[in-house]
T-cell receptor
Framework: DGGITQSPKYLFRKEGQNVTLSCEQN?????MYWYRQDPGQGLRLIYY???????QKGDIAEGYSVSREKKESFPLTVTSAQKNPTAFYLC??????????????FGSGTRLTVV | AQTVTQSQPEMSVQEAETVTLSCTYD???????LFWYKQPPSRQMILVIR??????QNATENRFSVNFQKAAKSFSLKISDSQLGDTAMYFC?????????????FGGGTRVLVKP
């Protein structure tokens, strides 16, 4: 079945360490997105990519980095510069272009906790 | 920048009854898309319903329907015949038409509890 896989489901990080969250899709979608969700709040856009080897900052990109070397993969690195990284992270994809207005497909998320 | 506001943090409803969730948004665009997503306790985001701003007819998906009032910038979701499986967070979201990146902007969410 086609879908988006995020791994790991739970991740613990020590302060000062970088950590990378994985996001893989087999939907042949061009566009991919990373959102952050804090308790009781909506989703905020971190980074997005419309095509391989290209990505743009979202609303809260500081302290994060991404790469898009393959169409299927859009990993997110939470760096030590992110002051409050504990959150739930959601990856999503869409067909791309005007077809994206049909909405996104989401992964099941990664819960990151800084200990 | 677009903003999406959901003014009801929590709502509860008896099984089989109807509940309406409110959503307002702020935009200067004329063409755009609106969505309702459901996030159950599993935290998987599920698309519930979608509305195109240039269509006056309100979208309907089984027990879910919207009341889209473009002039008022309002997009409410009605859940009819509520079921226990409807218990979830519901997010309203906005997307500009043909915008670079096709970014979704989300509201803060409304938690819905369906009681037996």
């Amino acid at each position: 079945d086609g879908g988006i896989t995020q791994s790991p489901k739970y991740l613990f990080r020590k302060e000062g360490q970088n950590v990378t969250l994985s996001c893989e899709q087999n939907l042949n979608h061009d566009a991919m997105y990373w959102y952050r969700q804090d308790p009781g709040q909506g989703l905020r856009l971190i980074y997005y990519s419309q095509i391989v080897n290209d990505f743009q900052k979202g609303d809260i990109a500081e302290g994060y980095s991404v790469s898009r070397e393959k169409k299927e993969s859009f990993p997110l690195t939470v760096t030590s510069a992110q002051k409050n990284p504990t959150a739930f992270y959601l990856c999503a994809s869409s067909i791309g272009g005007t077809e994206s207005n049909y909405g996104y497909t989401f992964g099941s998320g990664t819960r990151l906790t800084v200990v | 920048a677009q903003t999406v506001t959901q003014s009801q943090p929590e709502m509860s409803v008896q099984e089989a009854e109807t509940v309406t969730l409110s959503c307002t948004y702020d935009t200067s665009e004329n063409n755009y898309y609106l969505f309702w997503y459901k996030q159950p306790p599993s935290r998987q985001m599920i698309l519930v319903i979608r509305q195109e701003a240039y269509k006056q007819q309100n979208a309907t998906e089984n027990r879910f329907s919207v009341n889209f009032q473009k002039a008022a910038k309002s997009f409410s979701l009605k859940i009819s015949d509520s079921q226990l499986g409807d218990t979830a967070m519901y997010f309203c979201a906005f997307m500009k038409h043909a915008a670079a990146g096709n970014k979704l902007t989300f509201g803060g969410g409304t938690r819905v509890l369906v009681k037996p």
